[in-house]
C-alpha cells in the first residue's frame, strides 16, 4: 500500500462513513485521524511482512546448514570407512594429507619415502576413494 492508496482509502471511508459524522465541520479531523490509523496499520503489516519473511529465510538458511552439515558427516563417514579397507601406507599418507594437512615435503620426511612416492601413493588413494563413493552416491 503506498500514498495513494492511504488516500484513496481515506476517501473512500469518508464517503461510506460521511452521514455518520455528528458535526461534518470535524471532517477534517476525521480525515487527519483515519489517514494516521491507515498509515500505522501498513506500517505495522509491512513490519510483520518483513519479520516473517526475515525469519522464514533464517529457518532456510537453518535447514541448509544443518542438511549440508548431514551430508558432511555422512561423506566423512564413508570415507573413514573406505580408507579402512585399504593398505596401511596408502591410509597413513592419505590422514597425514588431508587431516593432519601436511605438505608432500612434511609427509615424506615422517615417513622417510621420496616425495614422489608421496604423491603417487596419494593420488592412488584419492582415485580409489572417488570410485567407491561415485558408486555409493
Not at 487527519?32 to 509491512?46: G, I, P, S
Not at 597413513?92 to 609427509?107: M, N, T
Amino acid at each position: 500500500m503506498t500514498a495513494e492508496d492511504i488516500t484513496q482509502s481515506v476517501f473512500l471511508k469518508l464517503f461510506e462513513n460521511f452521514e455518520k459524522l455528528n458535526n461534518k465541520e470535524s471532517a477534517n479531523y476525521w480525515i487527519f485521524r483515519t489517514a494516521r490509523n491507515d498509515y500505522y496499520n501498513f506500517h505495522h503489516r509491512e513490519k510483520r511482512k518483513s519479520e516473517l519473511g526475515e525469519n522464514l529465510i533464517s529457518t532456510k538458511k537453518d535447514d541448509f546448514e544443518l542438511e549440508s552439515y548431514i551430508e558432511l558427516k555422512e561423506m566423512k563417514k564413508i570415507v573413514l570407512n573406505e580408507l579402512d579397507k585399504m593398505e596401511f601406507e596408502q591410509k597413513e599418507i592419505y590422514l597425514l594429507k588431508e587431516y593432519g594437512g601436511l605438505s608432500y615435503k612434511e609427509i615424506s620426511k615422517a615417513l622417510d619415502i621420496e616425495v614422489n612416492l608421496v604423491k603417487s601413493r596419494l593420488y592412488k588413494v584419492r582415485q580409489k576413494l572417488i570410485n567407491k563413493i561415485s558408486k555409493t552416491v
